[in-house]
């Protein structure tokens, strides 16, 4: 059962962590994907090509909460010290569309960054039925889609802020 309009499929959130050290080595962490595989727990491969500064393929194998991974590969511009933006052109199933940024904000006299992760996705309402039962519509797939990718943004950002806090 899928009920709603186009409006309802598309949908923008964001996540923010506070991290006490220097927007650099924030950068650097999100930056660096290419190392992702050995420093997120939730990432199962990765292979990563920067084509020229700041112009990176990003393919990788996220472990969902069952154990389970799934295969996204996303382009992303890098503006060193910020923002990243990103587009996913190999998607999840729950989505036809996934783009985003990471954008750091200094905060100079608190010596404080705030990480922000910021998603906006569309759901593939065709696949809802398939992944999430018969009787699923479109706000459980929004919800489902928001809560795996903010847990997947909060576990990058908290590691972000342990490996920027630790360079201190």
Not at 11 to 39: C, I, M, P
Not at 72 to 92: A, D, G, H
Not at 142 to 160: E, I
Request: one cysteine or more.
């Amino acid at each position: 059962l899928v009920n709603g309009s186009g409006d309802d499929l598309a949908s923008s959130f964001s996540d923010r962590v506070v991290v006490t050290g220097a927007v650099k080595d924030v950068y650097d962490f999100l930056n660096d994907a290419h190392q992702w595989r050995e420093r997120l727990p939730h990432v199962a491969r990765v292979v990563f090509t920067e084509d020229g500064p700041g112009l990176q393929t990003l393919e990788m194998d996220t472990r969902t909460k069952d154990g389970s991974t799934h295969t996204t590969k996303s382009v992303r511009v890098c503006f060193p010290p910020n923002p990243i933006i990103y587009k996913q052109i190999t998607l999840p199933a729950l989505m036809n569309l996934h783009t985003g940024y990471w954008e750091l904000t200094e905060e100079p006299e608190a010596g404080t960054v705030t990480a922000t992760s910021q998603h906006t996705v569309v759901i593939n309402p065709e696949r809802i039925g398939e992944v999430l039962g018969p009787e699923a519509g479109v706000a459980q797939a929004r919800d489902f889609v928001r809560a795996a990718l903010s847990a997947n943004s909060l576990a990058t950002l908290g590691y972000a802020k342990s490996y920027a806090e630790a360079r201190r």
